[in-house]
């Protein structure tokens, strides 16, 4: 399963996109941008023997989040805006 978290300082807002889906890019829900609510929701997502992929973009106050994930023991990218391929424009 792969995991866009959309990281901002009081919350994070969560796409998710499953195999089983064809890769179609689903909503699946705002948390409180804290450790006890982030630890919640990989449990949720990971409850059926998923592996769980992280990808977000790099910010400042953003890297707690990457190293809470890594020691859940989930893959983790955090991707520069400014290293980004555009394509006529458009990420």
């Known amino acids: 399963m792969f995991i866009g978290p959309d990281v901002h300082?009081?919350?994070i807002s969560v796409a998710i996109s499953?195999?089983?889906h064809e890769g179609e890019v689903r909503h699946w829900g705002t948390i409180p941008h804290r450790p006890d609510h982030v630890r919640k929701l990989v449990?949720?997502?990971g409850?059926?023997?998923?592996?769980?992929?992280?990808?977000?973009?790099a910010e400042p106050c953003r890297y707690?989040?990457?190293?809470?994930?890594?020691?859940?023991?989930?893959?983790?990218?955090?991707?520069?805006?400014?290293?980004?391929?555009?394509?006529?424009?458009?990420?």
């Open 18 to 20: 499953k195999e089983e």
């Open 47 to 57: 409850a059926k023997g998923s592996q769980l992929h992280f990808c977000y973009e």
């Open 64 to 91: 707690g989040l990457h190293r809470q994930l890594v020691e859940l023991g989930h893959d983790c990218i955090v991707v520069a805006p400014s290293l980004m391929v555009m394509s006529r424009g458009v990420l």
């Open 43 to 45: 449990e949720k997502l």
């Open 9 to 11: 300082k009081a919350t």
